[in-house]
C-alpha cells in the first residue's frame, strides 16, 4: 500500500541565465518567497516543502519532472505507493533507513506454526524461515510465576494508579517498603529468541505474542513486521520490554503494534545495534498502570548501544510520557546515531527526545501535537541537529545534497531551544541511510502516518 516515496516537484528553468538567477543550493520559491524563481543554467528548481524550494543539479533531485518554462512554482503530486506486494523476504515492501537491504527469511521456508511451543523453537533455530503468525499467541503463563518483592517510588494523588517497582538487584526498592506482588515470569525474565534470517510477518489485525517480548542478541537480518506485542506485566517497572536487542544487525521493526508494557517498547543494549529501522509502528502508551499520574506510559524507548544505527520513522508515538526517545548517557567508547524522521508525535504528556552523552541525532519532519516537551535539550548532553527554521533546514544542502525537512509543532506543544550543532550533519546526515532518504513534507505526516501505522494495514 502506501509508502515512502515521495516525488519531488519542479520547476524547470529553462532559456538563458538571467541575472537574477540562483545559484546552487540557493532558493528558488515557496509560500512567501519574494526572489527569483529562475536556477543558474544546469540546475532545476526542487520542492523541498511548501516554504522552500531549491535549486539543485538534476542529479540530486529525487524525482524531477521538467515543465515548460514558468515563474509559478508547483508542488507536484505526493506519490505515496508502498508496494502491498509480497517480497522475497515473505514481508511486504522493502525498508529504508539503516536497515535497506534486510532480507529476512527470504529463500528460507514458510512456516505457520499453530503452538507456543512451534512458534518458540522456529523463531530461535538456526533454519532461515518466513514464520506467519495467524493469531496471538499468548504465553502470559508460559514460564509461569514468582511471588516476589516491589516498592511503590510513586504515589499518585489525581485517582490514577502509578506503576510499582519489582524489587530486584538494580537496587531501586533499597529503603522502600516492599510488598508482596505476583508477575508473569514470561515478561519479566524471558523472552522469545530470535535467530538469524528470519522474518516473522503477522496475517490481518490480530497476530502476534501476548505476554512475552522479543530479543535479538547477536544476531542479523531479522523482519519483524505486521504483529501485535502486548500485556508485559504493565503495573511493574521491570515488568518486561517488547523488543530487546543487543549487538543486532538488520533489523526491519515494521508496522507493528506495541502496548501495555511493563518496562520499554524497544530497547537496544549494550553491544553495538547497527541497520536498525523502526518504521510506520503504533506504540500506544495508553496505560492503567502509568508511572507519571496520568494514564501515559514513561518508558518507552531506550537506546544505549555501544555503536547503534537507527532509523524512526513514521511510526505513531501516542499517549507517552517519556523516553521518545532517550538515547546515549555512557561516555567512553559509546556513540549512538539516529535518524528520528516524519514520526507523529500525539498527545505525549511529558517528554519526547531526551538525548544524552554521545548521541548523535538528526530529527527531521516529525509533528509533535500537543508534546509538552519535544526535546529535552542541550543540558542532556547529546548532539543534534532539530531542524526548525528555515536557514536550519537549508544549511543541510552542503552536508548531504539536500534540505532537511523542519519539525513542526502545533499551539499545544512546548517549545525546543535551537538546537542545530552542524557536526550532526557531517557524522549522521553523511550517512548515505540518512541523506539518501527524502522524508515527506511535515505536513503531510499526521494524515499519512495514522492511515498507514499498525497492524492490518500491509497484510
Ligand atoms: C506570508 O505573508 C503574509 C503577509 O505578510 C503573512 O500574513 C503570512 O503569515 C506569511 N506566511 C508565512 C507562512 O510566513
Ligand atoms: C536483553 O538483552 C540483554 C543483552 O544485552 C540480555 O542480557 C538480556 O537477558 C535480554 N533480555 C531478555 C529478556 O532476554
Ligand atoms: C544467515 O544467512 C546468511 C546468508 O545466507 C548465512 O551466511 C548465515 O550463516 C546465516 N546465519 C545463520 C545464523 O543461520
Ligand atoms: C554477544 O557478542 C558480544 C561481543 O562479541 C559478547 O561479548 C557477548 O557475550 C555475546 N552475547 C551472547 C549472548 O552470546
Redesign the pocket.
Known amino acids: 500500500m502506501k509508502s515512502t516515496l515521495f516525488s519531488s516537484i519542479v520547476v524547470a528553468s529553462l532559456g538563458a541565465k538571467l541575472a537574477l538567477a540562483v545559484a546552487e543550493y540557493g532558493q528558488c520559491g515557496g509560500i512567501n518567497y519574494t526572489g527569483s524563481t529562475t536556477c543558474d543554467s544546469g540546475l532545476t528548481c526542487v520542492y523541498q516543502n511548501d516554504y522552500y524550494y531549491q535549486c539543485l543539479s538534476s542529479g540530486t533531485a529525487v524525482t524531477t519532472t521538467t515543465t515548460k518554462a514558468t515563474t509559478t512554482t508547483t508542488k507536484a503530486t505526493t506519490t505515496t505507493t508502498t508496494s502491498t506486494s509480497t517480497s522475497s523476504s515473505g514481508a511486504k515492501g522493502t525498508p529504508v533507513g539503516f536497515a535497506a537491504g534486510t532480507t529476512g527469511g527470504a ?1 528460507g521456508v514458510t512456516v505457520t506454526p499453530t503452538t507456543t511451543a512451534e512458534l518458540l523453537g522456529y523463531l530461535s533455530d ?3 524461515r518466513i514464520i506467519v503468525l495467524t493469531k496471538i499467541f499468548d504465553f502470559t503463563s508460559y514460564y509461569g510465576t514468582t511471588a516476589g518483592k516491589a516498592c511503590k517510588l510513586w504515589t499518585c494523588t489525581n485517582g490514577y494508579t502509578p506503576q510499582m517497582t519489582i524489587d530486584n538487584s538494580v537496587g531501586q526498592c533499597d529503603g522502600y517498603t516492599l510488598y508482596d506482588v505476583t508477575y508473569y515470569n514470561s515478561g519479566a525474565s524471558n523472552a522469545l529468541v530470535v ?3 528470519k522474518t516473522i510477518i503477522g496475517k490481518g489485525s490480530s497476530a502476534g505474542i501476548k505476554g512475552i517480548g522479543l530479543t535479538l542478541v547477536n ?3 531479522v523482519i519483524i513486521q505486521n504483529i501485535q506485542i502486548t500485556d508485559l506485566n504493565p503495573q511493574y517497572v521491570w515488568g518486561g520490554d517488547a523488543i530487546n536487542l543487543s549487538g543486532a544487525t538488520k533489523v526491519w521493526i515494521d508496522h507493528n503494534y506495541i502496548a501495555r508494557i511493563g518496562r520499554q517498547f524497544i530497547v537496544s543494549h549494550y553491544d553495538p545495534n547497527t541497520g536498525i529501522t523502526i518504521s510506520n509502528n503504533y506504540f500506544d502508551g495508553t496505560t492503567s498502570y502509568s508511572a507519571s499520574c496520568n494514564g501515559h506510559h514513561y518508558w518507552v524507548f531506550l537506546f544505549l548501544g555501544e555503536a547503534d544505527q537507527i532509523t524512526m520513522m513514521q511510526n505513531h508515538i501516542y499517549y507517552t510520557s517519556g523516553r521518545g526517545p532517550h538515547v546515549g548517557g555512557y561516555t567512553g567508547a559509546y556513540k549512538q546515531q539516529l535518524h528520528l524522521v516524519n514520526n507523529y508525535y500525539d498527545s505525549v504528556a511529558g517528554h519526547a527526545i531526551d538525548a544524552e552523552a554521545n548521541s548523535w541525532i538528526l530529527a527531521e519532519g516529525n509533528y509533535f501535537k500537543a508534546v509538552t516537551t519535544p526535546d529535552t535539550g542541550s543540558s542532556a548532553g547529546g548532539t543534534e541537529y532539530f531542524v526548525q527554521t528555515v536557514a536550519e533546514a537549508g544549511v543541510c544542502s552542503s552536508y548531504m545534497g539536500r534540505v532537511c525537512e523542519w519539525n513542526r509543532m502545533d499551539s499545544a506543544t512546548g517549545t525546543v531551544a535551537t538546537r542545530a550543532t552542524t557536526s550532526v550533519l557531517s557524522d549522521v546526515g553523511a550517512l548515505s541511510a540518512v541523506k539518501g532518504l527524502t522524508p515527506m513534507g511535515v505536513a503531510d505526516v499526521p494524515a499519512y502516518v495514522l492511515a498507514n501505522r499498525g497492524v492490518g494495514i500491509v497484510n
Open positions: 529463500g538456526s533454519t532461515k535467530n538469524s534470517n544476531v542479523s537480518n
